[in-house]
């Protein structure tokens, strides 16, 4: 049972805020996400579960909404050589 | 939200049965436990403990079954059982968040004795621990949890929350270095012991835990991406594929064209043929039509040739004498009948000399007479031949005429010459009608040839053999783009197979990146926080902390008589980053000249107030609301502190449970505190503590023949028949109440 929550809470809603206005993103999705890997993280230490993997399967579910137009930045850094317009042109 | 409801202990220890509502009252939070040292304060906190957390509650070696067993075969039970009620951190009920719901923690075990080869030998053993955990519906019936009992526990009830949910007192105070009589506690002991109730209570362990997972998945996606990325060929058989895509559109275009224009000559082909077939039955009429000339020509040519034939007999016959007959018909016939009789009988003797030698060649004459050579009748025949043939030129020349005109006289018949000459002239007829009618078939014959183009015949069989073979090579060609485009798009098939399974790549490449660009930006996000609430937050409890120890520590008069540091010198407490080790959390007091003072240089009294405050402010800090159930709080303290203690926890805590001894109640101040805060009393009574003499402050009666302490319901100035001591009915304040 994670305590502190509502000044966790508060300071990752902050966190959340600065990092969706400097990366084009939605700060209330950024905040669910990260309170959902605490969250996570907090079950795992009374209860055995596959932390790694769902911790995994929230980044990707956010990283693949992403992709799906939220963070053109995030995508140019993710692609790294800005992309292969071929593949975006098909 | 934690709090308890009930607590129910059988047979352990010094407890038989004892059952504990605290108060859940949020006005009213504070329940007093008044026992005297040595009635089971700690005792009662051990079993809340062992119902918590099993073994792992209990300090080696501790024998929880009753002090009277006598170890036997049937061995004895024990058991507690812990109700309380939380707010849906469970998530067994994840559907329901936020619901407060009511939990029963059921523990027991049998204590058997051991196997001993001593009779005497008294140690044991315990079997058969089971721990149940049951939830109350809201119809009030109990069922058992899903999930474990210990994964509940360890979810609402963690251990690490141990000290701040079931306090001794002298535990606590290691976080402060340790109680007078516990300072062998290692400063690394009281680091670590610090730093974990802050990183727990603040969620800063959850943070680091999470941040480290997740520092680790970033480096897993980097590593993905790295692995998956880095395919130069990529863009040349991207090329490649290209130049397949447009030599397939190419030769799809010429099969298209090749099948239109094979389509279009088909079509052609098949007009054309059509076109033949009219044409060819016409022409199949013009074969018939020809041949049929033919016939009709030579029919002509034999018809025209009997004709000539008939005419030429006609011609002829008109020619011949047969035309004097007719008309010497008298004369011709007269000779005829002159000539005749004398025919008949033999006056022309030609004809019959001819008869007569072939009737002596035959030997037999017409009268039957015998004309064989000897015969009689022979000689004289001979002779009469002989004579006549003397007269044979004679009898010629007339036999010649007789013949004549015997035969004018069988022509000077008129009809039979009418008759001839109409059946000739019948058989021209005949010719004539028959070339009539052959050249009227010819000129029909000639009417149908002329309808029929030969012509265009040949020119439609000459476009049909160039249509023919135009559609052969079309068909050829067609061929050989199709094989050609199976070609390619096999090609195109494998190559895309290549590039699709590296553009996969590159989009795992690619989406590994964007997940490990998001790993890093929550790791980012977890080390401000982190910074955030380590620094700012962790001040802020540093300064609850002291605003607590103040109060605590308010209106002390006096020092205690103790070398060391009392309260009224400590002028700044707190927690801060331990020197040498960023890493870990201490509590310190600080002097009025900004020394800090190393618990050594404290007094016991005052590290407990230290520890209280920090409890007390951490709790505050990290807004964690669960029950205190404490045991000799308030040892050690003077007065004021006592007080102010009391009044500060009662104020603060959500729940506490106080475990007190009447020397912690003897003020007035302490009764208005628990007359302000308290919503639940009872006392513990050892009846151990019944003494014959009765001295001052021993049990006045026993209850209970057995070594136990017995509860009942009376308050800090209240006494029954089971914990009555003695003095307490004459002294000022007190009270008897009426179990």
Same mark, same amino acid.
């Given at each position: 049972m994670v305590s502190n929550l509502d000044r966790i809470f508060r300071e990752i809603g902050r966190e959340s805020e600065r990092v969706a206005a400097e990366h084009d993103l939605q700060s209330d999705e950024l905040t669910e996400l990260v309170m959902a890997i605490v969250d996570v993280e907090d079950e795992h230490s009374f209860r055995n579960t596959n932390v790694k993997q769902r911790i995994k399967t929230l980044i990707q579910n956010f990283a693949g909404r992403m992709k799906n137009g939220e963070s053109p930045e995030a995508d140019s850094k993710a692609e790294g050589d800005g992309g292969d317009t071929r593949e975006d042109d098909r | 939200m934690l709090a308890f409801r009930r607590i129910e202990i059988d047979n352990f220890v010094c407890f038989d049965n004892i059952v504990i509502e605290p108060s859940?009252?949020?006005?009213?939070?504070l329940t007093v436990i008044r026992a005297e040292n040595g009635s089971g304060k700690t005792t009662f906190l051990r079993a809340v403990r062992w119902a918590m957390y099993g073994e792992q509650g209990l300090p080696g070696n501790f024998g929880l079954h009753p002090a009277w067993w006598q170890p036997d075969t049937v061995g004895v039970d024990t058991s507690v059982v812990l109700e309380f009620e939380s707010d849906g951190s469970s998530r067994d009920f994840a559907e329901e968040a936020g619901a407060t719901r009511v939990y029963q923690i059921v523990r027991s075990v049998t204590t058997i004795p051991a196997d001993?080869?001593?009779?005497?030998?008294r140690s044991f053993r315990r079997i058969n621990e089971k721990t149940l955990m049951l939830v109350q519906n809201p119809n009030g019936t109990w069922e058992p949890l899903p999930a474990g009992a210990d994964i509940i526990v360890r979810e609402l009830l963690p251990w690490n929350l141990r000290d701040f949910l079931v306090m001794d007192a002298d535990e606590v105070t290691d976080f402060a270095g340790g109680t007078d009589d516990h300072m062998s506690i290692s400063r690394l002991e009281s680091l670590t012991k610090t730093t974990d109730a802050i990183q727990s209570l603040l969620g800063i362990n959850v943070f680091k835990q999470a941040r480290y997972r997740l520092e680790t998945l970033a480096k897993e996606f980097g590593r993905q991406a790295s692995r998956a990325i880095g395919d130069r060929e990529l863009d040349e058989m991207q090329e490649d594929l290209d130049r397949l895509h447009a030599n397939n559109a190419d030769l799809t275009g010429r099969i298209g064209d090749e099948s239109e224009q094979q389509t279009q000559l088909e079509d052609d082909l098949q007009r054309r043929r059509s076109e033949l077939e009219d044409e060819l039955r016409k022409f199949g009429a013009h074969d018939d039509l020809h041949e049929r000339l033919a016939t009709n020509r030579r029919q002509h040519k034999a018809t025209l040739k009997e004709r000539d034939r008939n005419l030429a007999l006609l011609s002829e016959s008109l020619e011949t004498m047969d035309l004097l007959a007719p008309l010497c018909r008298t004369a011709i016939c007269g000779t005829y009948e002159f000539l005749r009789p004398l025919h008949d009988r033999g006056h022309i003797p030609l004809t019959h000399l001819q008869f007569v030698r072939s009737l002596l060649d035959e030997g037999r004459c017409v009268c039957g007479r015998d004309l064989s050579t000897?015969?009689?009748?022979r000689p004289r025949i001979e002779e009469r031949i002989a004579k006549s043939e003397a007269a044979e030129s004679r009898a010629n020349y007339l036999h010649q005429l007789h013949e004549g005109v015997r035969t004018l006289s069988g022509r000077a018949q008129s009809s039979r010459w009418s008759d001839e000459l109409a059946n000739q002239r019948a058989n021209l007829a005949t010719r004539e009608k028959e070339l009539e009618e052959l050249a009227l078939e010819k000129q029909e014959i000639d009417e149908r040839l002329g309808q029929i183009d030969e012509p265009k015949i040949r020119v439609l069989r000459d476009e049909i053999a160039a249509f023919d073979k135009q559609a052969s090579q079309s068909a050829s060609n067609l061929a050989r783009l199709q094989l050609e485009l199976e070609r390619v798009n096999n090609e195109i098939t494998s190559l895309s197979r290549t590039i699709n399974q590296r553009r996969r790549n590159r989009r795992e490449a690619a989406d590994a990146s964007r997940c490990e660009w998001v790993s890093r930006r929550v790791v980012e996000m977890l080390d401000n926080a982190y910074r955030t609430i380590e620094q700012d937050q962790v001040r802020e409890l540093s300064d609850g902390m002291h605003r607590l120890f103040r109060r605590m520590a308010a209106n002390v008069e006096g020092d205690d008589h103790d070398s060391r540091a009392g309260l009224r010198m400590i002028d700044r407490v707190g927690v801060q980053r331990s020197a040498g080790n960023d890493d870990q959390f201490e509590l310190f007091a600080r002097n009025s000249h900004g020394r800090d003072m190393p618990? %050594?240089?404290?007094n016991g009294a005052s590290r407990r107030v230290l520890a209280l405050a920090f409890v007390l402010a951490l709790c505050i800090e990290s807004q964690t609301r669960a029950p205190l159930i404490a045991d000799s709080l308030l040892n050690s303290m003077s007065g004021p502190v006592r007080r102010n203690a009391l009044r500060v926890t009662a104020a603060h805590s959500r729940q506490p449970i106080l475990l007190l001894t009447y020397a912690d109640l003897e003020s007035s101040s302490e009764i208005e505190t628990i007359e302000r805060f308290g919503g639940a009393a009872y006392t513990l009574t050892g009846?151990?503590?019944?003494?014959?003499?009765?001295?001052?402050?021993? %049990?006045?009666?026993?209850?209970?023949?057995?070594?136990v302490s017995l509860l009942c319901?009376?308050?800090?100035?209240q006494y029954c028949d089971i914990c009555e001591r003695v003095g307490q009915a004459e002294s000022p304040g007190w009270t008897s109440r009426e179990r």
């Open positions: - | 859940t009252d949020l006005d009213r939070p001993t080869v001593r009779a005497d030998d000897g015969g009689e009748h618990p %050594v240089e404290i009846q151990w503590d019944v003494s014959e003499r009765g001295n001052h402050g021993d %049990v006045v009666r026993l209850t209970e023949s057995r070594k319901g009376c308050g800090p100035r």
